[in-house]
């Protein structure tokens, strides 16, 4: 099977829902076709400042989660990447044939900076896109799943990679992006021009996972729509009612054409309705797994252990066959 890596962040105490439709929902789909790898990159995490108790905590609660939504550890590589120390350590040899030019023009960075300024953000923050490339490389990873917004980081690896071999002989293999499906680009409930993100304003606007229930409802009643009265996708002209309908889509499995065929006319009222049972029936068992999960934390850090052991066996070699090359070691 071919070889698939991808991974998410611990940095909140629960997904969104954006995490869920637009990676999570699709991870779990391609298990049965590649032999997959997933992380949870706290190294990236604390790019930016967390606290170490807390952050302990999202780790095994994000590992929870990875498995209530549907991530067979038996049969995909579920692991934290901390635990494998070649992470780092490739990030490193990959920092050297990095050009600083070329880390700069890195979006991701300059939009996390945009607010607070360079000044005080740290070098990790800047450095981030070669950890990431470190991650798909040590894995000897084909495709990398992802939504739209990581893709430039994928291109840098794909860029990295073809240069080290070039300059060093075919040590690396060369990554392709798979760029998740558009229809599952979630955007943020109260405000649905800009993506759902764990670092918006408020939280209203926010589906956690981990939510309650009855939570989830009355965020999704409250969402913004528009005066017009019509259910129908129009990203322009109707982001908070197309974002709707694009939810309801990943969590029926129906398509949008056929949902609005089905709601227009009906008012807003009973369409909200509408999408806040699909939600919660979709993300109820989840939660509920989720929570089970937790209460076994021994059982949880057995396993991660043992996953760390399978994932550093891959990444030992890769590491090593990187580091002869250089001429090191
Ligand atoms: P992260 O933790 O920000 O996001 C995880 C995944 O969720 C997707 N996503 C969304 N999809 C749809 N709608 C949204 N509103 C939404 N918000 C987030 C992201 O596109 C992503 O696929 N740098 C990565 C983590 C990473 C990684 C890697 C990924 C580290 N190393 C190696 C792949 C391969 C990140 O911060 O994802």
Partial sequence: LPRLYSGMQPSSGSLHLGNYIGALQQWRAMQDDYDAFFSIVDLHAITVPQDPAV???????????????????????????????????????????????????????????????????????????ILMAADILLYDTQVVPVGDDQ???????RDLSERFNKRFGKTFTVPKPVILDSGARIYDLQNPASKMSK???????????????????????SAVTDTEGSIRADKAEKPGVTNLLGILSATTGR?????????????????????????VAELAPVRERTLE??????????LLAANADRAAEVADATLRRALEAMGLR
């Fill in 293 to 302: 999960l937790l209460a076994d934390p021994a059982e949880l850090d057995r």
């Fill in 55 to 129: 952050l302990r905590e999202q780790v095994r609660t994000l590992a929870a989660q990875y498995i209530a939504g549907g991530i067979d550890p038996d049969r995909s590589c579920l692991y934290v990447q901390s635990h494998v120390g070649a992470h780092a350590q490739l990030q490193w040899l990959l920092s050297t044939i990095t050009g600083f030019g070329e880390a700069s023009r890195m979006t991701q960075f300059k939009d996390k900076t945009a607010k607070g300024g360079q000044e005080a953000a740290s070098v990790g923050l800047f450095t981030y896109p």
């Fill in 151 to 157: 893709k430039q980081h994928v291109e840098l690896t």
């Fill in 199 to 221: 670092s918006a304003e408020t939280d209203k606007g926010i589906v956690w996972l981990l939510d309650e229930p009855a939570r989830t409802a009355k965020k999704i009643r």
């Fill in 255 to 279: 398509s949008v054409d056929d949902l609005s065929a089905e709601f227009d006319g009906q008012g807003y009222g009973a369409f909200k309705t509408a999408v806040a049972d699909a939600v």
